[in-house]
T-cell receptor, first 112, second 112 residues
Framework: DAGITQSPRHKVTETGTPVTLRCHQT?????MYWYRQDPGHGLRLIHYSYGVKDTDKGEVSDGYSVSRSKTEDFLLTLESATSSQTSVYFCAISDDRGYEQYFGPGTRLTVT | DAKTTQPNSMESNEEEPVHLPCNHS???????IHWYRQLPSQGPEYVIHGLTSNVNNRMASLAIAEDRKSSTLILHRATLRDAAVYYCIRRGGSSNTGKLIFGQGTTLQVKP
């Protein structure tokens, strides 16, 4: 299994509070991704990174920011959480070819 | 729109072959076809990918139509552990970003 972990695995927070989710990899892959999964929508890409300090938006990036200061860590921040951001968040990694993405175990976030 | 069309659900008996269809009638010449699956309460898992030729790996086979407008994922002998949601995804081959656009997928049930 690819070495990819997510923390925390579960979090409950209140509307308006900031939240940061962490993705950590031990594979030294250049590409890292954040997705969210909601019933009826499947997985949707939020942001991705193609190197340290190199990031770009995905299809549902509003309300989210990301940072990547080290190859192994990719952080997803909700500056002011809203109930619509209640979801399961998956991190994924891939090498430069991008043929295979390896997904983490997910973080279940509930915003009350 | 880079999405594909798959049946919502399929059933199979254990130890029988399963053919999961996918329609991608607007595919371009450089788009790859990827298949991922998601077991309950887990992140998606890479299964197989191809461009033009049929592909085989330890998990499955991928049969791509000659006109590339459709493809079929073949599980040669379904087991109970193959019960999952299977996603057929188009990915632009001209980019290394590896951005995947997930649809709703096919929920496969395997009966003992």
């Amino acid at each position: 299994d690819a070495g990819i972990t997510q923390s925390p695995r579960h979090k409950v927070t209140e509307t308006g509070t900031p939240v940061t989710l962490r993705c950590h990899q031990t594979e030294n892959h250049r590409y890292m991704y954040w997705y969210r999964q909601d019933p009826g929508h499947g997985l949707r890409l939020i942001h991705y990174s193609y190197g340290v300090k190199d990031t770009d938006k995905g299809e549902v990036s509003d309300g989210y920011s990301v940072s990547r200061s080290k190859t192994e860590d990719f952080l997803l921040t909700l500056e002011s959480a809203t109930s619509s951001q209640t979801s399961v968040y998956f991190c994924a990694i891939s090498d430069d070819r991008g043929y295979e993405q390896y997904f983490g175990p997910g973080t279940r976030l509930t915003v009350t | 729109d880079a999405k594909t069309t798959q049946p919502n659900s399929m059933e199979s008996n254990e130890e029988e072959p399963v053919h999961l269809p996918c329609n991608h009638s607007t595919i371009s010449g450089t788009d790859y076809i990827h298949w991922y699956r998601q077991l309950p309460s887990q992140g998606p898992e890479y299964v197989i990918h191809g461009l033009t030729s049929n592909v085989n790996n330890r998990m499955a086979s991928l049969a791509i139509a000659e006109d590339r407008k459709s493809s079929t994922l073949i599980l040669h002998r379904a087991t109970l552990r193959d019960a999952a949601v299977y996603y057929c995804i188009r990915r632009g081959g001209s980019s290394n970003t590896g951005k995947l656009i997930f649809g709703q997928g096919t929920t496969l049930q395997v009966k003992p």
